[in-house]
């Protein structure tokens, strides 16, 4: 299933919708081993498309020239990579509000320097006094 996703979504970016047969294998081997994200992401579409088959619900075209991605093959990658919604939607939660920390005395951002303030202070008085 998730191999058929990766071939809708090779041929919806190729010019036209339409790549050969060694174009979208290349493009699609990038794809499937350029690491787990590309693989989860398949997965997932893969699961809200069980029974896809790309040939018979006509969302691929096969010719001489390769492979072409159809209108309804688009229509059907565009609805299985929109969101769901969900009809049973919890309602958001409530924000809790913070609570206000208890009365504390205030903390003292500037300190004073009373041991500075008196060494000053004997200095200006030896200066007074040998002046």
Same mark, same amino acid.
């Given at each position: !299933?998730? %191999?058929? $996703?990766? #071939?809708?979504? #090779?041929? =919806? @970016?190729?010019?036209? @919708? +339409?790549?050969?047969?060694?174009?979208? +294998? +290349?493009? =699609?081997?990038?794809? !499937?081993?350029?690491?787990?994200?590309?693989?989860?992401?398949?997965? /997932?579409?893969?699961?809200?498309?069980? @029974?896809?088959? $790309? %040939?018979?619900?006509? %969302?691929?075209?096969? *010719? *001489?020239?390769?492979?072409?991605?159809?209108?309804?093959?688009? =229509? %059907?990658?565009?609805? #299985?990579? &929109?969101? $769901?919604? =969900?009809?049973?939607? /919890?309602?958001?939660?409530?924000?809790? &509000?913070?609570?206000?920390?208890?009365?504390?005395?205030?903390?003292?951002? #500037? &300190?004073?320097? +009373?041991?500075?303030?008196?060494?000053?202070?004997?200095?200006? !008085?030896?200066?007074?006094?040998?002046?």
């Amino acid at each position: !299933m998730s %191999f058929q $996703i990766t #071939v809708l979504k #090779v041929l =919806a @970016g190729h010019p036209g @919708g +339409r790549a050969s047969l060694p174009e979208l +294998r +290349r493009a =699609a081997a990038i794809l !499937m081993s350029s690491g787990l994200d590309w693989t989860n992401r398949t997965k /997932r579409l893969a699961a809200r498309a069980p @029974g896809l088959d $790309i %040939f018979s619900q006509s %969302f691929v075209l096969r *010719d *001489d020239a390769g492979w072409q991605i159809t209108e309804a093959g688009r =229509a %059907f990658l565009a609805s #299985v990579e &929109t969101p $769901i919604q =969900a009809d049973n939607q /919890r309602p958001p939660e409530p924000v809790a &509000t913070p609570v206000p920390a208890p009365a504390s005395p205030p903390i003292r951002l #500037v &300190t004073v320097n +009373r041991r500075g303030r008196r060494r000053r202070a004997r200095e200006r !008085m030896r200066q007074l006094a040998v002046a």
